[in-house]
């Protein structure tokens, strides 16, 4: 069993403090979903957790059965067991998938020790099927020239092999195709157990329909500002987030937009913020 912990967590990107004191506290054999609006720091808080040197950490920890998360390298985050499915996967020309993922999991073996090549294409096999992906996919270079689907899938096939104490999925549904959503949604949930957890970044419902949530919390405005269970993700997927914001008295105002001229061109300004 393992504990991961964010404890009053703001960060700034660019010079913005994008979370004001986030706290959050998981266990493995525990699915934790997050939603929220847009743009109100489920990705931040994503790619600080694995590392992104653009996220500055103001104050707060992140814990890792009481270690200090922040004080590792991103490599000795993901070599510790956090994991990190990107809501946009990048593409990397010049290697292949099945290099990718031999060279990450040799990274997590002792010095002197050797990968079984039979094991891990084994294991690669294996995920590829159980994910319904076309064979070739672990032979092309990483997600050059996949769909939108098969990125996000591809993030999967590398969770599956990876195997981390915690995942984090950030917004591994968009762009799935129903089926897909389904295949994937199953994968995940038949990895719960004592040795891992997901938390789960999400705006539709539908992908819990197969990733059975334990616990929600809804992020606005920085902070997470309300936790619950399956009631509180049906309610925000009936009724959005008006309610909510209205509770806590969150007034979201449209940025006051005024046009300025400069010479012949005519440019849009955001003021007031
Ligand atoms: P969400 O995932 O909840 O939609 P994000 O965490 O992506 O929101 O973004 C939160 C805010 O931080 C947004 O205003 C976004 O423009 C800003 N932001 C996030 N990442 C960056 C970045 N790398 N550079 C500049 N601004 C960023
Ligand atoms: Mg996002």
Not at 35 to 60: C, D, F, Q, R, W
Not at 159 to 187: C, H, Q, T, Y
Not at 232 to 242: P, R, T, V
Request: proline share 3%.
């Amino acid at each position: 069993m393992s504990k991961l912990q964010i404890i009053d967590l703001h960060v700034s990107v660019e010079g913005k403090e994008i979370l004001k004191g986030v706290n959050l506290e998981m266990n493995t054999n525990e699915f934790h979903v997050i939603m929220g609006p847009n743009g109100t720091g489920k990705s931040t808080l994503a790619a600080t957790i694995m590392g992104h040197y653009k996220y500055e950490v103001t104050k707060g920890q992140i814990l890792l059965d009481g270690e200090d998360v922040l004080s590792m390298s991103v490599d000795e985050r993901s070599r510790k067991g956090l994991f990190l499915a990107m809501q946009y996967p990048s593409e990397i020309e010049g290697v292949t998938n099945s290099e990718f993922i031999k060279t990450a999991m040799q990274a997590r073996l002792g010095e002197g020790e050797r990968i079984s090549l039979f094991k891990f294409i084994k294991a690669l096999e294996g995920a590829t099927s159980e994910l319904k992906m076309n064979p070739d996919l672990p032979h092309r270079y990483v997600n050059v020239g996949f769909s939108g689907g098969e990125k996000k899938r591809n993030e999967i096939l590398q969770l599956k092999i990876l195997k981390p104490k915690f995942a984090i999925l950030d917004e591994i549904d968009s762009g799935l195709d129903v089926d897909a959503l389904r295949i994937v949604g199953e994968n995940v949930n038949d990895m719960k157990s004592e040795n891992f957890g997901a938390l789960v970044i999400t705006h539709y419902e539908r992908l819990l329909d197969y990733i059975k949530p334990d616990f929600t919390h809804v992020l606005m405005n920085g902070q997470i500002v309300r936790s619950g269970g399956l009631d509180l993700m049906e309610k925000i997927d009936q009724e959005g987030y008006d309610w909510l914001k209205e509770e806590l008295g969150i007034t979201t105002q449209p940025e006051k937009i005024k046009a300025v001229s400069i010479g012949t061109c005519a440019v849009k300004q955001t003021i007031g913020k």
